[in-house]
């Protein structure tokens, strides 16, 4: 993180536990929790409390006060691929009722599942307007940009005032096939206020100063601002997706840290 200029991360455990039949994760918010421990001022948890139908909705909701009382987590991710149902499935109805009440920002794995036998249609972006249009005070944050369904995310975060787009997962291939992020960055600046767009990193973290340094540089083509009508990033723009915009959904003064 300091070689790459970051102040604060968030960790979140991985689940994926199809490889294991179900029967496990891959690891545990109390693995993270030890992980983070020596790092309070740098480190912070991004809880992930699922499957939540699937373990049952109450326990996913004692999980998540526990961790937001006991252990200051600012995130909760919702992965749905690996869930029984979608993200707009009724069930789910009581879980974002409770991030209410707990004044809790969700990240949400929007778009494509990528390994079988996790079913897409449990987080095509269209799920989340049944959600927003019940719950428009909930925060969500759509990782991964929902691809391969970007504009139809932009779309919804038009729409709905607390939708917010993540370049997590999606950055490292806009890095390397930039003009893919000019206009997906480009085209969601057309719809919504540049604070919408929060940074992600979710890649190797071999892979860390490199994807900082291209958003730190990130300029759309004046080419392209002329033929498509696409704004230009200002350095305000890149403070805000750099970090300023998540920090303010998750009350983290955004002041340096690196050493």
């Known amino acids: 993180m300091d070689e790459a200029g970051v102040d604060v991360c968030f960790c979140l455990r991985e689940g994926m536990m199809d490889i294991s039949g179900g029967t496990i994760s891959l690891s545990t918010n109390q693995f993270m929790i030890d992980q983070i421990a020596p790092y309070p001022d740098r480190m912070y948890l991004e809880a992930m409390v699922g499957p939540i139908l ?3 909705v109450d326990n996913a909701i004692w999980e998540l006060e526990h961790l937001v009382t ?3 987590a600012r995130l909760c991710k919702v992965y749905q691929p690996e869930d029984s149902g979608p993200l707009d499935d009724p069930g789910m109805w009581p ?5 209410c009440d707990l004044d809790i920002t969700l990240t949400v794995h929007t778009g494509m599942s990528y390994v079988c036998p996790q079913p897409s249609s449990h987080t095509h972006p269209d799920r989340l307007d049944r959600i927003l249009l019940d719950f428009p005070e909930l925060r969500l944050v759509a990782y991964h940009m929902g691809w391969p369904h970007t504009e139809e995310l932009i779309g919804l975060a038009a729409k709905h005032e607390n939708l917010f ?3 997590s ?3 490292g291939w806009y890095e390397r096939s930039p003009y893919r992020g000019y206009h997906a960055i480009g085209t969601a600046l057309q719809w919504v ?4 767009i929060v940074m992600g990193h979710d890649l190797p973290f071999v892979d860390m100063k490199r994807i900082v340094d ?6 759309i083509p004046e080419e392209l601002r002329r033929q498509y009508g696409y704004p230009e990033i200002t350095s305000e723009m890149r403070a805000g997706f750099l970090g300023k915009n998540l920090a303010a959904l998750t009350g983290i003064e955004p002041t340096k840290r690196t050493r």
């Open 70 to 72: 006991n252990y200051d």
């Open 169 to 171: 997962g999606i950055v």
């Open 165 to 167: 787009l993540s370049l």
């Open 214 to 219: 291209w958003v730190r540089e990130l300029q």
């Open 193 to 196: 206020e540049p604070h919408k």
């Open 54 to 56: 699937r373990r049952g």
């Open 95 to 99: 879980f974002y009722e409770k991030a």
